[in-house]
Nanobody, 115 residues
Framework: QVQLVESGGGLVQPGGSLRLSCAAS????????MGWYRQAPGKQREWVAR???????HYADSAKGRFTIFRDNDKNVVYLQMHSLKPDATAVYYC?????????WGPGTQVTVSS
C-alpha cells in the first residue's frame, strides 16, 4: 500500500521561504519520478516540479529560479524548497509520482503567503 504524507506548510510573508517534505511508503519512491503539485482556491491542481530517480529536475515556469526539488532516496523523502514566495503561491501542496496516479494523493500541506 502506498502512502504519501506531506508536511512543512504554513503561513509565510511575501518574500519568505518554506521547505516542504513528502514521506513516501511503499515501493513508489524507488522506481518512479516524483512530483510536487498544488491546488489554489478555486483552481485546478497543477504540476509544480518533478525529479527523476537519478535526480534530474524539471520545473513549471512559475517555479523556475525560486523552487528547488530534491530527494533523499535512503529516507524515501522528496522535498520542495521554496524561496521568494509570492501570494500567488498560496495553495495546498501535494506530492505524487510523476505523472500522478489518482489513488496516491495524500492530504497535502497548506501554504499561505500573506502579510
Amino acid at each position: 500500500q502506498v502512502q504519501l504524507v506531506e508536511s512543512g506548510g504554513g503561513l509565510v510573508q511575501p518574500g519568505g521561504s518554506l521547505r516542504l517534505s513528502c514521506a513516501a511508503s511503499g515501493r513508489i519512491f524507488s522506481i518512479n519520478s516524483m512530483g510536487w503539485y498544488r491546488q489554489a482556491p478555486g483552481k485546478q491542481r497543477e504540476w509544480v516540479a518533478r525529479i527523476t530517480v537519478g535526480g534530474g529536475t524539471h520545473y513549471a515556469d512559475s517555479a523556475k529560479g525560486r523552487f528547488t526539488i530534491f530527494r533523499d532516496n535512503d529516507k524515501n523523502v522528496v522535498y520542495l524548497q521554496m524561496h521568494s514566495l509570492k501570494p500567488d503561491a498560496t495553495a495546498v501542496y501535494y506530492c505524487n509520482k510523476y505523472p500522478p496516479l489518482g489513488g496516491y494523493w495524500g492530504p497535502g500541506t497548506q501554504v499561505t503567503v500573506s502579510s
